[in-house]
């Protein structure tokens, strides 16, 4: 089943389960990750092309859903001041998703983005149900408070 969703008026790309897999196993955004787990996070994900300067989410607003980015960059702002710039393989909104909060900073499609769209509630069960993805999940969300800390 493809499960592709637009942000713009472009042509959606045709994506199987299995190329996004391989997408994942290539940007290595789950070190260690078996076939099947790559599979079922590529399952539970919807594909969306989003325009540059699209806001993703926005700071203080609901946790309904995170995103991981395959191509192009998105920039993150705190606070109305820019913090991080990030690129393929980078995690957006699993700190809220995962702690039930609202968000703590806005991220914007600094480029055309391509990336894989997850519903708060899919994130939660993929992070119950695999293994390797929580423990990815843990590690992205302490690193991300602890560089919050210092900034």
């Known amino acids: 089943m493809n499960r592709v969703a637009m942000t713009s008026t472009t042509p959606p790309p045709t994506h199987s389960v299995r190329d996004l897999a391989e997408e994942l196993r290539r940007l290595d955004v789950l070190p260690g990750a078996s076939r099947d787990e790559l599979d079922r996070v590529a399952s539970a994900a919807r594909l969306v092309r989003t325009p540059a300067r ?86 992205a969300i302490e690193a991300r408070l602890a560089q919050l800390a210092l900034g």
């Open 54 to 139: 699209w806001a993703l989410m926005t700071e203080a607003s609901t946790a309904d859903k995170a995103y991981l980015v395959l191509d192009g960059e998105v920039a993150v702002h705190r606070h109305r001041a820019h913090v991080a710039q990030l690129g393929a393989g980078a995690l957006v909104g699993e700190i809220a998703v995962q702690r039930r909060t609202v968000r703590s900073a806005t991220v914007v499609a600094a480029s055309r983005l391509h990336s894989l769209h997850f519903t708060a509630e899919e994130f939660r069960r993929l992070t119950d149900e695999v293994p390797t993805l929580a423990e990815n999940v843990q590690a």
